[in-house]
T-cell receptor
Framework: GQNIDQPTEMTATEGAIVQINCTYQ??????LFWYQQHAGEAPTFLSY????GLEEKGRFSSFLSRSKGYSYLLLKELQMKDSASYLC???????????FGKGTRLSVIA | KAGVTQTPRYLIKTRGQQVTLSCSPI?????VSWYQQTPGQGLQFLFE???????NKGNFPGRFSGRQFSNSRSEMNVSTLELGDSALYLC????????????FGSGTQLSVL
């Protein structure tokens, strides 16, 4: 099974860069996924990594190291609208469900 | 393309009652997953269905059950409600090309009094 760990809360300044870490322990591995959830709304898919390395998507990038059981989400040029919870999720190989961490609540301040 | 639709949006029940929640997936998506979200526990996996078959089940008591119909619509039922069942219940559908790319509905906020 999975054991996913993320910081509970983070605060960053508008225009800055923030890195949200996620560590996981799983018996196998089938990908690491990031979701964004604004307060009062449903989560939305952001990105995923299957292989080691950095995946860039505009202001957002996600990194994965499978050997270390570690991933991070990098948000650049922070905007107030980036204030949200960021959820890390993993799925073991085979017919298993996607399991989420408890999420990191990011507050962007002026 | 219409998104995932969940009904009802809000529900208030009393202990001991039962409740049925409904989910209509995105057209063409045959996989539907259900999650319970609470402030303390985050997103907890309940069920996953594919083509009317339960593909996975989370660690919830037997009071929680679900099903999927031939048109991929899904329902979730909770019997003998307890106060601790108060939560946001989220349904998500996903394409088979990437099962982990979940498209969530707005959820059903269940309050048990």
């Amino acid at each position: 099974g999975q054991n996913i760990d993320q910081p509970t809360e983070m605060t960053a300044t508008e225009g800055a860069i923030v890195q949200i870490n996620c560590t996981y322990q799983t018996s196998g591995f089938n990908g690491l996924f990031w979701y964004q959830q604004h307060a009062g709304e449903a989560p939305t898919f952001l990105s995923y990594n299957v292989l080691d390395g950095l995946e860039e998507k505009g202001r957002f990038s996600s990194f994965l190291s499978r050997s270390k059981g570690y991933s991070y989400l990098l948000l650049k040029e922070l905007q107030m609208k980036d204030s949200a919870s960021y959820l890390c999720a993993v799925r073991d190989p085979g017919n298993t469900p996607l399991v989420f961490g408890k999420g990191t609540r990011l507050s962007v301040i002026a | 393309k219409a998104g995932v639709t969940q009904t009802p949006r809000y529900l208030i029940k009393t202990r001991g009652q039962q409740v049925t929640l409904s989910c209509s997936p995105i057209s063409g998506h045959r996989s539907v997953s259900w999650y319970q979200q609470t402030p303390g526990q985050g997103l907890q996996f309940l069920f996953e269905y594919f083509s009317e078959t339960q593909r996975n089940k989370g660690n919830f008591p037997g009071r929680f059950s679900g099903r999927q119909f031939s048109n991929s619509r899904s329902e979730m039922n909770v019997s003998t409600l307890e106060l601790g069942d108060s939560a946001l219940y989220l349904c998500a559908s996903s394409p088979e090309s990437l099962r982990e790319k979940l498209f969530f509905g707005s959820g059903t906020q269940l309050s048990v009094l």
